[in-house]
């Protein structure tokens, strides 16, 4: 089974500043996707930034980054230049590519602070 | 521009009640999801559905009745609700299995007393 885990429930970061969110996975599948997602306190869920497995390179959104490190099953996402609009919950995901559900695991999310 | 919404975005209800949470979504997309959302547990899927006619069990499912009779719709039943069922709902789809990219409702939030 699929696991994700976010070992950091909160972080917060200084404006303008840079911050690094924490995610690690477990699969046993050679061919899977990985995520980001945001929740602002809108409630609704926004993809954030999406990375394919099997490229190596490592994805990049504007001022969203990921740190994807296969082997360690590890996928950091790195906030540059971080806004007040940037507070909300992420959640890192996980789907195997091909899965019969073509359905996400999420890990429990980190809550994200911006001070000004 | 609808995209996919859900209805009622807050209901209160009580223990032992039925209650149903409405999806609707304009894209036609094939697949199409209910999650739950709790403090300290994330998102865990309820039922997906891969297309009308067709749905399957997530992680969560005991108490919970889904439908799918039209491709838009995917309403979401709790036949005899539960305080434990208190939580935030959401609702999402997407064209094909193959990217992962989920749209999201804005969520339902029960709370069942």
């Known amino acids: 089974a699929q696991t994700v885990t976010q070992s950091q429930p909160e972080m917060s970061v200084q404006e303008a500043e840079t911050v690094t969110l924490s995610c690690t996975y477990d699969t046993s599948e050679s061919d899977y996707y990985l995520f980001w997602y945001k929740q602002p306190p809108s409630r609704q869920m926004i993809l954030v930034i999406r990375q394919e497995a099997y490229k190596q390179q490592n994805a990049t959104e504007n001022r969203f980054s990921v740190n994807f490190q296969k082997a360690a099953k590890s996928f950091s996402l790195k906030i540059s230049d971080s806004q007040l609009g940037d507070a909300a919950m992420y959640f890192c995901a996980c789907m195997n590519y091909g899965g019969s559900q073509g359905n996400l695991i999420f890990g429990k999310g980190t809550k994200l602070s911006v001070k000004p | 521009d609808a995209g996919i919404t859900q209805s009622p975005r807050y209901k209160i209800t009580e223990t032992g009640r039925q209650v149903t949470l409405m999806c609707h979504q304009t894209w036609s997309h094939s697949y199409m999801f209910w999650y739950r959302q709790d403090l300290g547990h994330g998102l865990r899927l309820i039922y997906y559905?891969?297309?009308?006619?067709?749905?399957d069990k997530g992680e969560v499912s005991d108490g919970y009745v889904v439908s799918r009779s039209k491709t838009e719709n995917f309403p979401l039943t709790l036949e005899s609700a539960t305080r434990s069922q208190t939580s935030v709902y959401f609702c999402?789809?997407?064209?094909?299995?193959?990217?992962?990219?989920?749209?999201f409702g804005e969520g339902s939030r029960l709370t069942v007393l």
């Open positions: 559905s891969a297309a009308a006619d067709i749905t």
């Open positions: 999402a789809s997407t064209i094909t299995r193959y990217t992962g990219e989920l749209f």
